[in-house]
């Protein structure tokens, strides 16, 4: 992606179609305006315009962020933190969107991605391999052990 110089009264209506289009954290935001050629405090400036006028809202960004991930995805929480840490939101952002997953729909999905996981291991003959490869998966997914632990025990008793 090659650079292009904008003035602050360019890149702003630019930056705000970017943010319109779909919800943007903060560093997205700066690294955007950055690559736009502009300095430091006029990248804060329009960011504080952009969160005035609401075209920036990190808690709305972590909260859509987690549903589509959690959603589309089937990510687990921890996978899901961890992508927002990278993305530098702040843990009160990251606690609300993690709240706003609904749990029963959460443990549905831990349930369902277990029971595709355990079926498509059914040519493995060993009950310890089996388990051991269904809790490596649902831990790449980002699910906590705990929960997994408990949907490994109602799936194979």
């Excluded at 943007?24 to 950055?34: A, D, F, G, Q």
């Excluded at 993690?98 to 493995?124: G, Q």
């Amino acid at each position: 992606m090659h650079s292009q110089n904008f003035t602050p009264q360019q890149a702003l209506p630019k930056i705000k179609q970017f943010c319109a289009y779909q919800e943007r954290c903060h560093s997205e935001i700066k690294e955007k305006l950055y690559g736009y050629g502009l300095s430091l405090n006029d990248a804060e400036e329009i960011i504080s315009k952009l969160v005035e006028e609401n075209f920036l809202n990190e808690e709305r960004f972590a909260i859509h962020f987690a549903g589509g991930k959690f959603r589309i995805k089937q990510w687990g929480r921890i996978k899901i933190k961890y992508e927002l840490k990278k993305k530098n939101v702040s843990n009160y952002c990251i606690k609300k969107a993690l709240a706003a997953i609904n749990m029963s729909d959460y443990f549905a999905t831990v349930s369902k991605l277990a029971d595709i996981k355990f079926r498509s291991l059914k040519s493995e003959k060993n009950i310890f391999v089996k388990k051991t490869k269904l809790h490596s998966h649902l831990r790449l997914k980002g699910f906590e052990s705990n929960l997994i632990q408990e949907v490994m025990n109602d799936l194979i008793k």
